[in-house]
């Protein structure tokens, strides 16, 4: 895929992330439009940094995400924290109307997420551990996969932006921290510390 160009982010409070965004058909995906877009918003991901990026966020309102983790985004995270959240190597993925249905023994999980329309900000949300995924690809293609651990959460968080939702709609408000005070306050303690540090419940 060509490099496409670094776009703006929409940031909180542009309607646009509140509505929710148009559905694809697999002829759009063929279109020059959509893989400028697609070329576009991976680059913008990239740049950003971040694991993933939905159409809305760059203005556009339609049903298309693009996500993508991976060591090189992981940090300073301890091997112990990355174990706690899941976080494995998720490929560069294009999803586009995506249906999520969650996994029944996958049960839950309250970590801190942020995202890059809501700048300077983080806090908890429960998230399920484990998703089906239906979508359309890059090509059009119908695809149906499983993703546990953090890579759900990543997909569940962009599936939210496609329907209107920002995660500030699932927070934990009592969680809620600049990420400078997360990182020097905050980062150190595991969920259930944190609840009580906070003052709710895991």
């Known amino acids: 895929m060509a490099n ?8 909180c409070g542009d309607p646009v992330l509140r509505r929710p965004a148009e559905t694809l058909g697999p002829e ?12 576009q918003m991976k680059a913008t991901m990239e740049a ?3 694991v993933g990026l939905a159409a ?5 309102p339609v049903r ?10 992981w940090g300073q995270e301890s091997t112990e924290d990355l174990v706690a959240r899941g976080r494995v190597p998720l490929p560069f993925t294009v999803v586009a109307n ?3 249905t969650y996994l029944d023994a996958g049960g839950e999980a309250a970590f801190y997420e942020g995202c890059l329309s ?6 908890v949300v429960r998230r399920h551990l484990g998703v089906r995924v239906e979508a359309l690809d890059e090509h059009g293609q119908m695809f149906s996969r499983q993703y546990t651990g ?14 209107g939702v920002l995660y500030l709609d699932r927070v934990e408000v009592r969680s809620l921290s600049t990420v400078d005070n997360y990182r020097d306050y905050l980062a150190r303690f595991n969920a259930q510390e944190l609840a009580e540090l906070l003052g709710y419940q895991v």
């Open 150 to 163: 953090w890579p759900a959460r990543i997909l569940q968080h962009e599936a939210d932006h496609l329907a």
């Open 56 to 60: 809305p966020q760059v203005g556009v």
């Open 98 to 100: 995506p249906v999520l």
């Open 48 to 50: 950003a940094p971040g």
């Open 28 to 39: 759009d995906l063929a279109t020059p439009a959509i893989r400028r877009l697609i070329a």
């Open 118 to 123: 809501v700048p300077g900000l983080t806090g």
């Open 4 to 11: 496409g160009e670094v776009l703006p982010l929409v940031m």
């Open 64 to 73: 298309l995400a693009v996500v993508q983790d991976g060591p090189e985004r």
